[in-house]
């Protein structure tokens, strides 16, 4: 599964009413920020813990997928049991053994399961085992399928709720200082050749004592 990253996708800050162009006129033009968004990405604290947060979740779905990958052969009840010892933590000696033991078990009824398949003529014990494994395998993989677009839509949600948290309060924080010296605008600093008011370290000061809060 592919690692991704909650990331600040924020573009020109439009903050304040700027006013028309003629209405600068005969008075002073409205103050303009700059902002790093690349240093705030770096340097916000509560983003990098919901980044961990995210990373750890996809961490979990990963496993479940490769359990049920490893597993896809076993029957109902070995399938409880090593999930059963696999949700136990780090485990023993013992414990590791018999997990080995079943994922080799499950990989032997596959490779068998595509022998039976290529075999032109099978005794009536042997059509009843092939039968019986392809049919426990296509069900398997369904699951297997179901799971994956299950997981993924968890993971889309999990995302955007995460990114959103991430979004609003950097939003906030820009609009917070931007107010505080009197900004009509605040824009990107990647985007900006020259001028304007540096207020990414102030930006950065309100994220992380909200965060401390």
Same mark, same amino acid.
């Given at each position: ?29 409205? %103050? ?74 499950? &990989?032997?009824?596959? %490779? ?59 939003? &906030? ?15 990107? %600093? ?24």
């Amino acid at each position: 599964m592919k690692r991704v990253f909650l990331c600040v996708a924020l573009g020109a800050a439009l903050l304040g009413g700027v006013g028309s162009r003629a209405a600068w006129c005969g008075a002073e033009a409205p %103050k303009w920020g700059v902002i790093d968004m690349e240093r705030v990405a770096a340097e916000y604290q509560e983003m990098q813990r919901l980044n961990q947060e995210f990373q750890e979740f996809q961490r979990e779905q990963e496993l479940q997928l490769e359990e049920k990958h490893t597993t896809r052969l076993l029957t109902d009840g070995e399938r409880q049991e090593f999930l059963d010892l696999a949700a136990m933590g780090a485990p023993t000696e013992a414990r590791q053994q018999r997990l080995t033991e079943l994922a080799e078990l499950s &990989n032997e009824r596959e %490779k068998r399961m595509v022998e039976l398949r290529k075999k032109e003529e099978c005794t009536e014990e042997e059509a009843a085992e092939r039968d019986e494994l392809g049919a426990r395998y296509e069900a398997r993989m369904a699951e297997l399928a179901a799971l994956q677009a299950e997981l993924r839509a968890g993971r889309t949600a999990k995302y955007e709720e995460l990114s959103k948290l991430v979004a609003d309060s950097v939003d &906030n924080a820009i609009k917070a200082a931007a107010e505080e010296q009197k900004l009509g605008l605040v824009l990107r %600093k990647d985007s900006v050749l020259y001028g304007g008011v540096e207020i990414t370290d102030a930006v950065i000061e309100k994220l992380n004592a909200k965060g401390e809060s």
